[in-house]
């Protein structure tokens, strides 16, 4: 299973866009209803940029 995720607009936490939607890249790749494929062992990759200080 392949998603795609691109934002732009105002800044906010990459939490907000990936873990709190009800149904969230995350909660899709781990509870897929349609394949009965296991979760990708082989890794993922993510960047971004933060003001908070936690990135």
Do not use: K
Not at 3 to 32: C, F, K, N, T
């Amino acid at each position: 299973m392949c998603r795609w995720l691109a934002y732009s607009g105002s800044p906010m936490l990459l939490d907000a866009v990936l873990y709190q939607p009800e149904h969230s890249l995350i909660d899709q790749s781990l509870h897929s209803r349609m394949g009965v494929e296991s979760t990708n062992g082989d890794g993922f990759g993510i960047g971004w940029y933060s003001d908070d200080g936690g990135g």
